[in-house]
Antibody, heavy 117, light 109 residues
């Protein structure tokens, strides 16, 4: 059973860079298809922002291209998210999730990132 | 890259059924990409309840069913129970990125 855990700073300065890590445990990292990042602003809906394959192929939400980078470190069973030039609109709970069987499952517990000075 | 359109709210009495629509376009819901559905209770992690349009993961009751026709997918919750009160989201791929629905709050009266 795959388990995911997000980690990273809970507070980021405006115009700074948001950096999060998703650590995968409990199963073979290489057996899973793609790893996605999904965010949810407080009181709002889910927003898919990007994904990466085990081999490093990426897809991003078009409106975030240029600001978002997703990386995979197979040696550490980790997936990384970097989002630059953040504003208050990037304040959200950030989830990582796998998409190996036609749906996002499982999900991490999520981590709240607040953009504020 | 607009979100898929869902009704903001839906409701039903215990034991009744409620159906939630998820409307997209020919390049997402209406294409060859499958639709998945998620249940999210307040303050909780989203849970996959339907994948590949109409399949249920292990452990999801058969009271939850999914379908798709043209550019619209639907989720039906039969035999409503108090614990079904939650937010529900659909999702699909455009082939190059994913999109979620706007979300529907289901209330059990």
């Amino acid at each position: 059973q795959v388990q995911l855990q997000e980690s990273g700073p809970g507070l980021v300065n405006p115009s700074g860079t948001l950096s999060l890590t998703c650590t995968v445990s409990g199963d073979s990292f290489s057996s899973t298809g793609w790893w996605s990042w999904v965010r949810q602003p407080p009181g709002k809906g889910l927003e898919w922002i990007g994904e990466i394959s085990h081999g490093g192929r990426t897809n991003y939400k078009p409106s975030l291209k240029g600001r978002i980078t997703v990386l995979v470190d197979v040696s550490k069973n980790q997936v990384h998210l970097k989002l630059t030039s953040v504003t208050s609109a990037d304040t959200a709970v950030y989830y990582c999730a796998t998409n190996a069987n036609g749906g996002f499952d499982p999900w991490g517990q999520g981590t709240l990132v607040t953009v504020s000075s | 890259q607009s979100a898929l359109t869902q009704p903001p709210s839906a409701s039903g009495s215990p034991g009744q059924s409620v159906t939630i629509s998820c409307t997209g376009a020919s390049n997402d819901v209406g294409g060859f990409n499958s639709v998945s559905w998620y249940q999210q209770h307040p303050g909780k992690v989203p849970k996959l309840i339907i994948y590949e349009d109409n399949k249920r993961p292990s452990g999801v009751p058969d009271r939850f069913s999914g379908s798709k026709s043209g550019n619209t997918a639907s989720l039906t919750v039969s035999g409503l129970q108090a614990d079904d009160e939650a937010d529900y989201y659909c999702s699909t791929s455009t082939g190059s990125f994913y999109v979620f629905g706007t979300g529907t709050k289901v209330s059990v009266l």
